[in-house]
């Protein structure tokens, strides 16, 4: 995956279906629970919120972007709970605004940047086309802890296709950050999309 356009046309779209699903609620169901643990919707919202405020800063100062991985590796038990804390007690509608701009700003970065470019993060580098694969998961997977506290049943989209090829991309990953050597033999994975892609 190279070119970014598709991935970051499908993370705004993700980002977008969420707002419509949250946008309009009554504080009240802002603060109703979600799936994860001591997380409400506005902790959801918060935290994406605030993980499009990191990747910003990644794309745009990577020095920046080191000092927050300091305070990461210093607090590592409890730094995304902070994260997501810092935000979530805004009315709803500063919360909602203050996650639009930051992730179009995001976006705005993202198209920007140079196509080789690879940018610092809290595990290995990315570029941008793997940066907006992991933004669409998040915004995917909160998305669906929303959907989940609200009572919601939301409709698979091919968008999920970037979360499965961010699973499969990963997987030797996996295996080494739990001191373990991935499987040498070759595997393939093929998965139906809603539209009936393959």
């Known amino acids: 995956m190279s070119d970014p356009t598709s991935v970051i046309d499908d993370l705004r779209e993700e980002s977008e279906e969420l707002d419509r699903l949250v946008a309009g ?22 935290h994406l919120a605030w993980t499009d405020r990191s990747a910003l800063l990644a794309v745009t100062d990577a020095d920046g972007f080191r000092a927050l991985v ?7 038990g409890s730094f995304v709970d902070e994260g997501a804390e810092e935000d979530a007690g805004l009315p709803p509608d500063e919360l909602l605004a203050r996650w639009r701009a930051g992730r179009a700003a995001l ?14 993060w809290y595990g290995p580098p990315m570029s941008a086309a793997s940066m907006a694969t992991a933004r669409l998961m998040e915004t995917w997977a909160h998305g669906q802890d929303v959907a989940d506290a609200l009572g919601v049943v939301r ?3 091919d968008r999920l296709r ?9 997987r030797d990953f996996a295996y080494g950050v739990h001191g373990l050597n991935p499987p ?4 393939r994975v093929e998965l139906r999309a809603p539209s009936g892609d393959l």
């Open 25 to 46: 609620s009554s504080t009240p169901r802002w603060a109703l629970a979600t799936p994860a643990p001591g997380w409400t919707v506005a902790h959801q919202i918060a």
């Open 70 to 76: 300091e305070k990461a590796l210093a607090a590592p």
């Open 107 to 120: 976006e705005e970065a993202l198209r920007a940047a140079p196509p080789k470019a690879r940018f610092p």
């Open 155 to 157: 409709t698979p989209t």
């Open 162 to 170: 970037h979360v499965a090829w961010l699973g499969v991309r990963t």
């Open 184 to 187: 040498a033999d070759p595997f």
